[in-house]
């Protein structure tokens, strides 16, 4: 049946934030409402579905992600909950010797009691003499065994330390070996991910295709799974450097013959690294590594070449940028790009920058000037701000000046939210709880704001031509996703007022309650009407 009945439960829409029920016709919203008015509408056309008490929203738009890392990652070694490093050979140990080569992700040696890492032999004896690769949680470093820097010759490179841990030039070496896959293999952990993101709640992600050997192969693979309807939407962007838009025009016409049609050039182009890894560029030295300020990947002309071109092609362009001296290049570079196509253009263009952790007022009032689109990782503060956490370890003072996400809002910066998986998990009512409770109590956003930064913007971010996408109201695109609640409630940031409030005179949608046991569990996810995910058990 196309029509799909929806009552008994609670609808999240600014069209009747009391609605109970909705209607949706193929792949349109068609109506939404109370129970009295589904009862009129009900005939046997329509297949009813009982929500007992169940929640729709809009379905969630993850504006950064790395879909093939992701699949790899969650099939290889989970090293989060690693706490020193005995565990984590113990944990290389235990990985059978079927497996030819060790691969795991997620270790974080701020949070060991010992923050010696283990020795490139130590990996190699754990192992067996396996090849073994470990990603840091930030994914800019990692730790490798004697027998895979043996084979790659690591040690002829300037950024081998030979302590096991590899960053900059020779962590690339490594990372773009380890994902040589074949098709079918690129395939499984694509579909992996898309499936594992469906049943999160997300009706659609923003692959931010890293330069690296097969990243084109990639991004066809992803358009097809995108264009199946069988998996969420994605939105591709390629981290492809460009210093003319005739460069631009060329390099898009040869994608196009490859089925690949990038919304812009931009997402994971590296101004700067991370400050886990201390890559980051900072305009101070890092607080526990005197006389080191990171790492700089593009020069201020690179990047306002760059942002010229995209903007007189008319598509997106940008950067991952964390540190504050990251970012003043940034700046420096749209400034320079506006005097050489205007800044008509560069607005126009609908620029992203990726992260932005480390950003002053200044930059951030810049960012507003010239109309660019932040993708922020909340994530990121719940797992390392606070007194004790990296960002303080690091940065020192500096780290109270971390993920700006109010001062983002304030001064009218459009920001999308994003979970940069494989770092930070899928799970994206994880995400707005981290802005409702940022370390930095002026920073914190209401759940409301989060949520669009999380669903609505998300599609703004790309681009997305129809307006109704992101909300639930008649007319709209039908891309939901149903949850699981203990309780519905609205929550706001700010602790002058009254931070919890069920009155229905408010008329606000009512979003879940984020500080009860469980965070909201996925019933089902629908994307233009074509069902991605669903709990038969459940409903």
């Known amino acids: 049946m196309s029509l799909t009945l929806y009552r008994n439960g609670s609808v999240y829409s600014a069209a009747d934030p009391l609605a109970t029920a909705m209607l949706v016709d193929g792949d349109t919203v068609a109506w939404v409402g ?20 169940a929640l729709i929203t809009p379905g969630f738009v993850d504006s950064h992600v790395h879909l093939t890392e992701t699949g790899l990652a969650l099939e290889s070694l989970d090293l989060s909950q690693v706490r020193s490093a005995q565990e984590l050979l113990a944990a290389v140990a235990s990985v059978p010797e079927s497996v030819a080569q060790v691969i795991g992700f997620g270790w974080d040696e701020t949070l060991w009691t010992d923050p010696v890492l283990p020795s490139p032999a130590q990996l190699g004896r754990a192992s067996g003499g ?10 800019h470093s990692a730790l490798v065994s004697d027998a895979l820097a043996s084979r790659l010759g690591l040690a002829e490179l300037d950024d081998w ?13 490594v990372r773009d070996a380890v994902r040589q896959f074949s098709q079918p293999r690129r395939r499984e952990l694509q579909q992996l991910a898309l499936r594992s993101a469906a049943r999160a709640g997300y009706v659609a992600l923003a692959e931010m295709a890293i330069p690296a050997p097969g990243t084109v192969e990639d991004l066809s693979l992803l358009m097809e799974h995108s264009a199946s309807a069988e998996y969420p939407q994605v939105l591709p962007y390629l981290a492809q450097l460009i210093s003319s838009a005739e460069q631009g025009r060329d390099l898009l016409r040869d994608l196009a013959e490859q089925g690949v049609v990038p919304l812009g ?3 994971d182009l590296n101004i700067d690294g991370s400050i886990g890894s201390r890559t980051a560029l900072l305009r101070e030295d890092y607080q526990d590594l005197s006389g080191h300020r990171g790492s700089q990947y593009l020069s201020e002309v690179q990047i306002a070449e760059h942002l010229a071109a995209c903007s007189e092609l008319g598509i997106q362009g940008g950067f991952h940028v964390i540190g504050d001296r990251g ?28 992260h932005a952790e480390l950003a002053d007022a200044e930059a951030i009032n810049s960012l507003a000037d010239y109309a660019v689109t932040v993708s922020m990782q909340a994530s990121f503060d719940a797992l390392w701000g606070g007194a004790d956490g990296l960002y303080q370890q690091r940065l020192g003072a500096r780290a109270n000046g971390m993920n700006q996400l109010a001062a983002m809002y304030g001064a009218g910066v459009p920001v999308a939210l994003g979970s940069d998986s494989p770092v930070t998990p899928l799970n994206p009512w994880a995400s707005v709880k981290a802005c409702l409770e940022h370390h930095q109590p002026e920073q914190r956003i209401s759940a409301r704001a989060a949520f669009i930064a999380h669903s609505r913007a998300g599609w703004r971010a790309a681009r997305e031509p129809n307006p109704l996408i992101g909300q639930l109201a008649p007319g709209a695109p039908a891309s939901y996703a149903i949850w699981q609640v203990d309780e519905l409630m609205v929550q706001v940031a700010d602790e002058r ?12 949608p009512l979003l879940p309650a984020l500080d009860t046991e469980n965070l909201p569990r996925c019933l089902a996810t629908v994307h233009r009407g074509a069902q991605l995910f669903w709990d038969d058990s459940a409903l």
Not at 130 to 139: F, N, S
Not at 328 to 335: K, S, T
Not at 497 to 508: A, I, L
């Open 34 to 53: 109370g129970e009295h008015a589904a009862s009129s509408l009900q005939d046997g056309r329509m297949r009813v579905v009982d929500l007992q008490g």
């Open 327 to 354: 970012m003043d290049l940034a700046v420096q570079g749209l400034r320079s790009a506006e005097k050489q196509v205007g800044k008509a253009a560069i607005r126009a263009a609908a620029h992203r920058f990726e």
């Open 265 to 267: 050039f931009a997402g």
């Open 497 to 508: 007022v009254q931070s919890w409030s069920t009155d229905p005179r408010s008329r606000t």
């Open 130 to 139: 396996r090849e073994v690769y470990l990603a840091r949680v930030d994914v």
């Open 161 to 173: 330390l030979g302590d096991g841990q590899v960053v900059r030039a020779a962590h690339v070496a």
